[in-house]
């Protein structure tokens, strides 16, 4: 795997026997805000709209609707929101102005409108997505409902009592327990900074945001095939070192810093 990163965009391509077989690129500017984590604080909550307005940090205020407020679902519910819920709690018996609030972003902010966000967390994986306010384990519709069943009796399994929601995502049908098992891992882990950062950081903070390009890279492109991963820039070499030691140590025991000819 060779990675060439500038400032502006990160070029990742895969190659076997001297042939390129996948090209990745990604443009700085194009990274959306979708799936950042904030410490937020509730600026107004306008019951007649049902909605709040949230301080995030960004250049405007974001959106927080009840039917994305989250609660827990009764037992033998699937995880859901608001939306999902009867009857429907106002969203002033929710939250208050001046309240702290974790939030994350559902969608990108769009022309004079802010970002708008669900207070329900959830965080993806190569495999699986963790809803860490949930107890419920799940598996995509997409996969066929025959083996639904035992792929969710194997997911309990390796969840063990720890808790914590999960779904398994379409692409973990043919997963091994070993690579759920680093996928559960990884998304625990992710989440305890998440915990760790809201305590220590001030309101407004980024908490958490979606892997770059180059952290996927070491959690979904390589495999026990991959045989070296070079990094054209030293900061990005080192940096990429320190996550994949505290995330994916076999992936980041292949980073190799190249000068290039």
Known sequence: ILINWAPQETRVAMVENG?????????????????????GKVARVLPGMQSAFVDVGL?????LHVADVWHRQPDGEPPGIGR???????IEQQVFEGQTLLV???????????ARLSTQISIA????????????VGVSQKIPAGQRDELRARLVS??????????????GEEASDSELSDDIAYLRKSWAR?????????????????????????????????QTIRVDSREQFEALQLFGQEFMPAAAAKLVHYHGE
């Open 84 to 90: 999902n819920a009867q009857p429907q709690i106002p």
């Open 194 to 226: 998440i915990k760790d950062a809201s305590v220590r950081l001030p309101t407004l903070s980024l908490l958490h945001q979606d892997l770059n390009l180059l952290q996927r890279v070491l959690r979904d492109l390589v495999g026990e095939g991959t």
């Open 158 to 171: 390796l969840i063990g009592a720890s808790g914590g929601g999960f779904i398994l995502r379409t692409n």
């Open 19 to 39: 042939v390129l077989q996948e090209l990745h690129v990604e443009r700085t500017l194009e990274r959306g805000l979708v799936g950042n984590v904030y410490l």
């Open 104 to 114: 994350q972003v559902i969608k990108d902010p769009m022309g004079s409108k802010g």
């Open 125 to 136: 994986g190569r495999l699986l997505v963790f809803l860490p306010q949930d107890d419920h």
């Open 59 to 63: 250049e405007r205020a974001a959106f």
